[in-house]
């Protein structure tokens, strides 16, 4: 099954790479898009000096190693925060809820004992869907196709 999906930048980026550098992520370094245009709109308006959607087919294959968060739980929100904090993990490709700014708050203050899971989760049902899937390998990239660009 083919899926368009979408990542915000500065730049075009025709060849996507695994990003093994920066700040911790919810899933760990690798390439992030989104299947919701809308979203990485939003993540190309932060971007300086262009504002730049690029656009890409993936080609799912039953041989990459992944994993899927249909929705925010228990164990998602531990695999976030072990990603967070740099612990590595073994997938091609892990896809589902992005913890935003404001759901990040919300684990850092679960992280620190401000908070409790039961009260995380009370606070974290009340966001919009939110969705990413990145590209932790250079075996998963091989099945993402640039297609265009466009910048807002």
Request: proline share 3%.
């Amino acid at each position: 099954m083919n899926r368009t999906l979408y990542h915000g930048s500065n730049v075009q980026v025709e060849q996507p790479q695994v990003k093994v550098a920066g700040f911790y992520k919810d899933f760990g370094f690798g390439f992030y898009c989104s299947e919701l245009e809308r979203q990485v709109k939003r993540w190309a308006m932060t971007k300086r000096p262009q504002h730049i959607v690029n656009v890409y087919e993936f080609e799912d294959d039953d041989s990459l190693n992944k994993h899927l968060f249909p929705e925010m739980t228990d164990e998602w929100l531990d695999f976030v925060v072990d990603c967070r904090r740099g612990k590595e993990h073994t997938y091609d490709i892990v896809e589902g809820p992005m913890a935003d700014d404001t759901i990040w708050d919300y684990v850092e203050d679960f992280l620190n004992g401000n908070i409790t899971r039961e009260a995380f989760w009370v606070l974290a049902r009340f966001k919009h869907p939110t969705h990413q899937i990145v590209f932790c390998t250079e075996q998963s990239l091989r099945h993402l196709t640039f297609k265009t660009c466009y910048e807002l």
